[in-house]
């Protein structure tokens, strides 16, 4: 559940909140862009009036390519969008969204709960995504929220993974003493760390090994390597499948469910806008997310706006 204790070079940027935690840990480059400045065009010229929306994005990769599939979708649709990259740590965005700087925002159903209600219990996908709406302000509401997900996992290598006969955190729990977890130093008093890990699975790891990248390189090699045998790195990072990693079931949903959807302001939010965000949500998986952040974090180094194009084509919402 994105602990996002990143720094802004990578992949997700320090971009959403721990869910489960009270306050949005903010992005580290928290202020990346002015919410009251004028967007930047996307497939079409955008800007004020005319019932015309304006994207907004938090200041990592994925959420600016998430923001430019929105506004290629609308457009697409003849809903005239731009869209306003970079805005910052969740509690600028949603704040962006609320005084209508912003239209709309994608986000990310388990982090969006908890930062309206810290303590909120639910944890499963459907659940989650139902209590959503209850805890938002006026003025704000949500779209459907895609399969596609990005939330914390706890990773082992394929080595590992034989070795100790892995495929859930509940095998893990049986030699979690014997191992040590590469993660950001929050992962030791984070609800979803070691203390939730304890709680939902008996699991105590024999240490911590911390990194400040957020499951980026450091933390992979580490995990290479073997200096550490469990790192929690976000599930749509290329490095997982790039490297044969293993991803642990979570049966007991340890990790709160991170759906990608819309946040919008309902001011200037028509039926017509609504169907083609819903349109990207009906087919956007995990799966696309891995290939975009490749595409764009890794060595092809697109722009987030050509990612989204392509993924347009793609799927046939551009001709």
Request: glycine share 10%; charged share 25%; hydrophobic share 40%.
């Amino acid at each position: 559940m994105k602990d996002n204790d990143r720094t802004t070079v990578t992949r997700r940027g320090l971009a959403g909140l721990a869910a489960g935690v009270g306050l949005a840990v903010a992005l580290t480059a928290c202020g990346g862009g002015n919410p009251l400045a004028a967007p930047s065009t996307s497939a079409a010229s955008g800007g004020s009036g005319g019932g015309s929306l304006v994207v907004g994005s938090a200041d990592f990769p994925e959420s600016q390519i998430i923001a430019e599939i929105y506004a290629g979708a609308l457009n697409a649709a003849g809903v005239t969008a731009s869209t306003k990259p970079n805005i910052g740590s969740r509690e600028i965005y949603v704040k962006a969204v609320q005084d209508g700087s912003v239209d709309l925002v994608p986000d990310y159903t388990g982090n969006l709960l908890s930062y309206f209600d810290a303590s909120a219990p639910e944890v499963a996908a459907d659940d989650v995504y139902k209590a959503l709406p209850g805890k938002l302000p006026d003025g704000l509401a949500v779209l459907d929220a895609s399969k596609a997900e990005d939330k914390d996992a706890m990773v082992v290598t394929k080595a590992t993974a034989e070795k100790y006969q892995l495929k859930s955190i509940e095998d893990l729990a049986k030699v979690c003493k014997d191992l040590t977890m590469g993660a950001p130093a929050t992962f030791e008093t984070r609800p979803y760390g070691f203390p939730g890990l304890k709680k939902n699975y008996g699991c105590e790891m024999k240490g911590l090994k911390p990194f400040s990248d957020g499951g980026g390189n450091l933390t992979l090699q580490a995990l290479l390597t073997d200096d550490v045998q469990v790192a929690d790195i976000y599930t749509t990072t290329p490095s997982i499948a790039d490297n044969d990693l293993v991803v642990l079931d979570d049966p007991k949903n340890n990790f709160k469910a991170q759906q990608v959807l819309p946040l919008y302001n309902k001011a200037k939010m028509t039926d017509k806008a609504k169907e083609a965000l819903n349109g990207v949500s009906k087919i956007l998986t995990t799966d696309d997310l891995i290939n975009l952040n490749r595409a764009v974090s890794g060595s092809q180094k697109q722009n987030p706006k050509d990612a989204a194009a392509s993924w347009l084509k793609d799927k046939g919402i551009v001709k």
